[in-house]
Nanobody, 122 residues
Framework: QVQLVESGGGLVQPGGSLRLSCAAS????????MGWYRQAPGKERELVAR???????NYADSAKGRFTISRENAKNTVYLQMNSLKPEDTAVYYC????????????????WGQGTQVTVSS
């Protein structure tokens, strides 16, 4: 079983910064991509940032220039550095990863973390 555990969420003032972490653990053969989604009340879950195994990145337009995704492969961990936070960034942030396991290395499955709350408010 693969688990994704997020940390780093919390309350921050507008203009402030937070750094989210997501560590993947369990029976892992390989990780394809890791990324972050968020969901605000009453809204659809949306992609914030994604980092491919080859280093390619994708960002939501709202995140470009403010957020940075990075990865430490040795720790199976992905980070999201969030700067210049705005109230509209308030949401539950979910880690997302594409993972293969040793028993079936060629079979890929998507996993989700439990989410971490980010609240931007003065």
């Amino acid at each position: 079983q693969v688990q994704l555990v997020e940390s780093g969420g919390g309350l921050v003032q507008p203009g402030g910064s937070l750094r989210l972490s997501c560590a993947a653990s369990g029976s892992i053969f390989s990780i394809g991509f890791m990324g972050w989604y968020r969901q605000a009340p009453g809204k659809e879950r949306e992609l914030v940032a994604r980092l491919g195994s080859g280093g390619s990145t994708n960002y939501a337009d709202s995140a470009k220039g403010r957020f940075t995704i990075s990865r430490e492969n040795a720790k199976n961990t992905v980070y999201l550095q969030m700067n210049s936070l705005k109230p509209e960034d308030t949401a539950v942030y979910y880690c997302h990863a594409l993972v293969s396991t040793p028993t079936q290395p060629s079979n890929w499955s998507q996993y989700w973390g439990q989410g971490t709350q980010v609240t931007v408010s003065s």
